[in-house]
């Protein structure tokens, strides 16, 4: 895939990732105005947007040509039409702040643009820091894979069946995410030098220590012999379950990147017919299971790492 359309796709992944968490947090949350950190992130969004700038200016232009016209007009000095345009233009000045702001706490759209503030920094969907070739070629065929999904989507015509592909796509957008979630953990614990050093030299201690054992007659140094080896041998089977885990994670990977094709290749069979609302439900159905174990793998791998 040429970089720059990698880039490209990488930037709209980012983006529906981002759509999705934000559909989720409104989902879990329907009155998210209670939750204080939307209000915050809602405000600060409106404050900063570029209408509310110009509306500023406007006003700030307003009041100086008040204060130079007002002397002409009602023959009043300069200092009165100092101070009624400056008074006149602070009062309008906070009335339209509060009436754009009330728009803007009235406005679901901006709402949601505000959340996709707050939740930007918890999107995690970089490939390129994906070091292991064979990873980062696996997700960017599950990238592929989504983009075609998307564009399939998006030439549908509008409609029920329309609502429910692009729910198909939200659910393809969550499992993009695992696939990517799932390969960085893989790669993280392949490059751990830690890890690949003590597999190799734990099972050689464990030998030796044994060997002490069996040659030791002192009681005491008996007894802790066998705590050490007992501690060793705990530490190589979680050694062991992690190497599993990264292998099982790698063939999962495979599948679901097949399964990704297949999906996708069904998606192109779905039409108007009635037949295809059930379809696309299996289709559904069939994502969600796949969601599921990736995450339930890069969660098992997380409890594995932490012992």
């Known amino acids: 895939m040429p970089t720059a359309t990698r880039k490209s796709l990488e930037q709209r992944a980012r983006q529906a990732i981002l759509k999705s968490i934000v559909a989720d947090y409104k989902q879990k949350h329907q009155d998210w105005l209670a939750a204080p ?11 900063f947007r570029t209408e509310n700038a110009l509306l500023i200016a406007a006003v700030i232009l307003l009041s100086g040509c008040s204060i130079l016209f007002l002397p002409l007009v009602m023959g009043a000095s300069l200092l009165t039409g100092l101070v009624i345009g400056g008074i006149g233009g602070l009062v309008l000045l906070v009335l339209v702040e509060l009436l754009f702001l009330y728009a803007s706490f009235k406005n679901e759209k901006l709402h949601a643009d505000a959340v996709a503030t707050l939740f930007e920094p918890q999107v995690s969907f970089n490939p390129a820091r994906l070091r292991d070739r064979e990873l980062a070629a696996k997700v960017d065929k599950a990238l592929e894979y989504w983009a075609l999904i998307e564009e399939a989507v998006d030439k549908a015509e509008a409609g029920v069946l329309r609502d429910r592909l692009e729910r198909t796509v939200q659910e393809a957008t969550r499992w993009l995410q695992a696939v990517y979630s799932l390969a960085e953990r893989v790669d993280r614990l ?22 002490k054992l069996a040659e030791e007659d002192s009681p005491e140094v008996r007894a802790q012999l066998e705590q050490t080896i007992a501690d060793k041998e705990r530490q190589l089977r979680i050694l062991q379950d992690l190497q599993n885990s990264i292998e099982k994670a790698d063939y999962q990977l495979d599948s679901t990147i097949s399964s990704l094709g297949t999906v996708y290749s069904q998606l ?7 037949e295809s609302g059930s379809r696309l439900s299996r289709l559904q159905e069939e994502i969600s299971e796949q969601v599921n174990r990736l995450e339930d793998l890069s969660e098992a791998m997380d409890e594995v790492y932490a012992r």
Do not use: C, F, G, M
């Open 268 to 274: 192109l069979l779905v039409d108007t017919k009635e």
């Open 190 to 211: 392949r490059r751990n030098k830690v890890i690949e050093r003590d597999l190799q030299t734990v099972p050689q201690a464990i030998a030796d220590l044994r060997r």
């Open 37 to 47: 950190a939307v209000r915050k992130a809602i405000l600060t969004y409106s404050l």
